[in-house]
Protein backbone atom coordinates (compact mmCIF):
# COMPACT_ATOMS: atom_id res chain seq x y z
CA UNK A 1 0.00 0.00 0.00
CA UNK A 2 1.17 3.30 -0.62
CA UNK A 3 1.61 5.94 2.30
CA UNK A 4 3.38 9.06 2.38
CA UNK A 5 6.13 10.64 5.58
CA UNK A 6 6.33 14.00 6.38
CA UNK A 7 9.60 14.95 7.29
CA UNK A 8 9.72 17.33 10.77
CA UNK A 9 6.66 17.70 12.44
CA UNK A 10 6.96 21.42 13.19
CA UNK A 11 8.71 23.75 10.54
CA UNK A 12 9.52 27.41 12.33
CA UNK A 13 9.93 30.25 9.91
CA UNK A 14 10.61 33.63 9.61
CA UNK A 15 8.07 36.10 7.76
CA UNK A 16 9.13 37.03 4.31
CA UNK A 17 11.61 33.65 4.40
CA UNK A 18 11.39 30.96 2.47
CA UNK A 19 8.93 27.80 3.42
CA UNK A 20 10.15 24.03 2.82
CA UNK A 21 8.11 21.49 3.69
CA UNK A 22 9.13 17.97 2.91
CA UNK A 23 6.92 14.79 1.75
CA UNK A 24 8.30 11.77 0.38
CA UNK A 25 6.09 9.19 -0.80
CA UNK A 26 6.19 4.75 -1.61
CA UNK A 27 4.30 3.83 -4.47
CA UNK A 28 5.12 1.31 -6.74
CA UNK A 29 3.53 3.73 -9.63
CA UNK A 30 3.20 7.40 -9.75
CA UNK A 31 -0.11 8.26 -7.37
CA UNK A 32 -1.78 11.14 -7.27
CA UNK A 33 -0.36 13.20 -4.83
CA UNK A 34 -1.89 16.29 -3.27
CA UNK A 35 -0.94 18.99 -0.41
CA UNK A 36 -3.56 20.22 2.35
CA UNK A 37 -3.61 22.40 5.16
CA UNK A 38 -6.01 22.92 7.97
CA UNK A 39 -5.94 25.90 9.53
CA UNK A 40 -6.87 25.60 13.58
CA UNK A 41 -10.52 24.69 14.31
CA UNK A 42 -11.15 24.12 10.65
CA UNK A 43 -11.37 20.89 8.14
CA UNK A 44 -9.08 20.73 5.56
CA UNK A 45 -8.35 22.49 2.62
CA UNK A 46 -6.78 21.40 -0.78
CA UNK A 47 -4.03 23.87 -1.21
CA UNK A 48 -3.01 21.89 -4.54
CA UNK A 49 -2.39 18.24 -6.47
CA UNK A 50 -0.38 15.97 -9.07
CA UNK A 51 -2.15 13.87 -11.00
CA UNK A 52 0.62 13.41 -13.97
CA UNK A 53 0.26 16.26 -16.14
CA UNK A 54 3.36 18.58 -15.16
CA UNK A 55 5.28 18.25 -12.28
CA UNK A 56 5.55 21.46 -10.99
CA UNK A 57 2.61 22.67 -9.58
CA UNK A 58 1.11 25.71 -8.20
CA UNK A 59 -1.69 25.84 -5.77
CA UNK A 60 -3.49 28.38 -4.06
CA UNK A 61 -1.84 31.40 -1.72
CA UNK A 62 1.30 31.36 -3.80
CA UNK A 63 2.55 27.49 -2.50
CA UNK A 64 3.63 25.17 -5.45
CA UNK A 65 5.31 21.56 -5.17
CA UNK A 66 7.52 19.74 -7.58
CA UNK A 67 6.91 16.32 -8.40
CA UNK A 68 10.35 14.24 -8.15
CA UNK A 69 10.04 10.55 -9.19
CA UNK A 70 13.46 9.81 -8.84
CA UNK A 71 13.62 11.24 -5.12
CA UNK A 72 9.87 9.87 -4.53
CA UNK A 73 9.49 13.69 -3.44
CA UNK A 74 7.02 16.13 -3.29
CA UNK A 75 7.49 19.19 -1.45
CA UNK A 76 5.95 21.99 -0.77
CA UNK A 77 7.69 25.34 -1.13
CA UNK A 78 6.53 28.87 -0.95
CA UNK A 79 9.44 31.88 -1.65
CA UNK A 80 8.10 34.25 1.03
CA UNK A 81 6.09 32.97 4.45
CA UNK A 82 3.09 35.10 5.72
CA UNK A 83 1.77 35.06 9.06
CA UNK A 84 -1.65 33.78 8.08
CA UNK A 85 0.46 30.57 6.10
CA UNK A 86 0.65 29.62 9.78
CA UNK A 87 -1.32 26.04 10.00
CA UNK A 88 -1.15 22.64 9.56
CA UNK A 89 0.11 20.84 6.45
CA UNK A 90 -0.84 17.40 5.51
CA UNK A 91 0.27 15.57 2.40
CA UNK A 92 -1.44 13.04 0.89
CA UNK A 93 -1.26 10.18 -1.78
CA UNK A 94 -3.93 8.12 -3.15
CA UNK A 95 -4.18 5.25 -5.41
CA UNK A 96 -6.99 2.97 -6.44
CA UNK A 97 -9.56 5.01 -4.18
CA UNK A 98 -7.29 4.71 -1.32
CA UNK A 99 -6.33 8.04 -0.02
CA UNK A 100 -3.39 8.09 3.01
CA UNK A 101 -2.40 11.25 4.25
CA UNK A 102 1.00 12.03 6.03
CA UNK A 103 1.37 12.62 9.76
CA UNK A 104 1.40 16.64 9.20
CA UNK A 105 3.86 19.22 9.92
CA UNK A 106 2.88 22.12 11.98
CA UNK A 107 4.36 25.64 10.61
CA UNK A 108 4.95 28.21 12.87
CA UNK A 109 5.81 32.02 11.08
CA UNK A 110 7.54 34.37 13.38
CA UNK A 111 7.20 38.06 12.97
CA UNK B 1 -22.42 26.36 -3.29
CA UNK B 2 -23.16 25.53 0.66
CA UNK B 3 -19.67 23.62 1.97
CA UNK B 4 -19.69 20.26 3.82
CA UNK B 5 -21.64 20.89 7.08
CA UNK B 6 -20.91 18.53 10.06
CA UNK B 7 -23.56 18.08 13.11
CA UNK B 8 -22.98 18.89 16.18
CA UNK B 9 -19.78 20.89 16.17
CA UNK B 10 -19.01 19.93 19.37
CA UNK B 11 -20.02 17.52 21.72
CA UNK B 12 -19.07 15.35 25.24
CA UNK B 13 -19.89 12.27 26.01
CA UNK B 14 -19.21 9.61 28.85
CA UNK B 15 -17.64 6.34 28.42
CA UNK B 16 -20.60 3.68 27.52
CA UNK B 17 -22.39 5.63 25.52
CA UNK B 18 -23.41 6.21 22.29
CA UNK B 19 -22.91 8.93 19.37
CA UNK B 20 -23.88 9.89 16.07
CA UNK B 21 -22.64 12.30 13.95
CA UNK B 22 -24.02 13.40 10.88
CA UNK B 23 -22.56 14.96 7.21
CA UNK B 24 -24.43 16.71 4.73
CA UNK B 25 -22.08 16.76 1.87
CA UNK B 26 -21.66 19.27 -0.92
CA UNK B 27 -25.15 19.27 -3.62
CA UNK B 28 -24.30 17.00 -6.04
CA UNK B 29 -21.60 15.14 -4.10
CA UNK B 30 -22.05 11.54 -4.18
CA UNK B 31 -19.11 10.30 -1.84
CA UNK B 32 -18.56 10.97 1.58
CA UNK B 33 -15.61 9.82 3.48
CA UNK B 34 -15.06 9.63 7.18
CA UNK B 35 -12.08 10.28 8.86
CA UNK B 36 -10.58 10.24 12.56
CA UNK B 37 -7.81 12.68 13.98
CA UNK B 38 -6.28 12.85 16.91
CA UNK B 39 -2.60 14.16 17.96
CA UNK B 40 -1.14 10.90 18.43
CA UNK B 41 -2.22 9.33 15.38
CA UNK B 42 -2.99 11.93 12.59
CA UNK B 43 -5.34 11.23 10.24
CA UNK B 44 -6.85 8.17 9.72
CA UNK B 45 -9.33 6.98 7.43
CA UNK B 46 -12.51 5.32 9.00
CA UNK B 47 -15.25 4.43 5.97
CA UNK B 48 -16.05 5.51 2.79
CA UNK B 49 -19.56 5.86 1.30
CA UNK B 50 -20.72 6.07 -2.36
CA UNK B 51 -24.31 5.72 -3.74
CA UNK B 52 -24.93 4.63 0.14
CA UNK B 53 -23.04 1.54 -0.63
CA UNK B 54 -19.80 1.25 1.68
CA UNK B 55 -16.46 1.52 -0.55
CA UNK B 56 -13.83 1.00 1.68
CA UNK B 57 -13.11 0.53 5.35
CA UNK B 58 -9.66 1.59 7.77
CA UNK B 59 -8.81 -0.65 10.58
CA UNK B 60 -11.18 0.27 12.92
CA UNK B 61 -13.13 -1.76 15.39
CA UNK B 62 -16.65 -2.77 14.96
CA UNK B 63 -17.95 -0.42 17.33
CA UNK B 64 -17.89 2.20 14.33
CA UNK B 65 -20.20 2.27 11.81
CA UNK B 66 -21.83 4.21 9.31
CA UNK B 67 -24.82 5.02 6.25
CA UNK B 68 -25.37 6.92 3.49
CA UNK B 69 -28.84 7.99 2.74
CA UNK B 70 -30.02 8.38 -0.72
CA UNK B 71 -29.63 11.68 -0.61
CA UNK B 72 -26.25 11.49 0.30
CA UNK B 73 -26.40 12.66 3.73
CA UNK B 74 -24.24 10.45 5.89
CA UNK B 75 -23.93 9.14 9.85
CA UNK B 76 -21.33 7.43 11.31
CA UNK B 77 -22.25 6.16 14.80
CA UNK B 78 -19.96 5.11 17.44
CA UNK B 79 -21.13 2.60 19.81
CA UNK B 80 -19.67 1.75 23.51
CA UNK B 81 -17.52 4.58 23.80
CA UNK B 82 -13.62 4.25 24.96
CA UNK B 83 -11.59 7.69 26.62
CA UNK B 84 -9.65 6.79 23.28
CA UNK B 85 -12.04 7.92 21.01
CA UNK B 86 -11.69 11.35 21.59
CA UNK B 87 -10.56 12.92 18.64
CA UNK B 88 -12.00 15.73 15.65
CA UNK B 89 -14.09 13.73 13.42
CA UNK B 90 -13.78 15.02 9.57
CA UNK B 91 -16.23 14.52 6.97
CA UNK B 92 -14.96 14.92 3.22
CA UNK B 93 -17.22 14.76 0.46
CA UNK B 94 -16.30 14.31 -3.47
CA UNK B 95 -18.52 14.07 -6.82
CA UNK B 96 -17.08 10.51 -7.52
CA UNK B 97 -15.48 7.77 -5.37
CA UNK B 98 -13.41 10.43 -4.62
CA UNK B 99 -10.34 9.77 -3.29
CA UNK B 100 -8.70 8.55 -6.20
CA UNK B 101 -8.62 12.35 -8.13
CA UNK B 102 -7.79 13.61 -4.66
CA UNK B 103 -10.88 16.47 -4.75
CA UNK B 104 -11.76 15.72 -1.29
CA UNK B 105 -13.80 18.70 0.39
CA UNK B 106 -14.00 18.72 4.50
CA UNK B 107 -16.24 19.70 6.55
CA UNK B 108 -15.23 21.82 10.25
CA UNK B 109 -15.45 18.54 11.84
CA UNK B 110 -17.17 17.19 15.39
CA UNK B 111 -15.26 17.50 17.99
CA UNK B 112 -15.80 14.67 20.19
CA UNK B 113 -14.84 14.79 24.08
CA UNK B 114 -15.18 11.10 26.10
CA UNK B 115 -15.03 11.79 29.57
Known amino acids: AQSVTQLGSHVSVSEGALVLLRCNYS??????LFWYVQYPNQGLQLLLKYTSAATLVKGINGFEAEFKKSETSFHLTKPSAHMSDAAEYFCAVSKNNDMRFGAGTRLTVKP | KAGVTQTPRYLIKTRGQQVTLSCSPISGHRSVSWYQQTPGQGLQFLFEYFSETQRNKGNFPGRFSGRQFSNSRSEMNVSTLELGDSALYLCASSLESGSSTGELFFGEGSRLTVL
Open chain 1, 27 to 32: SSVPPY
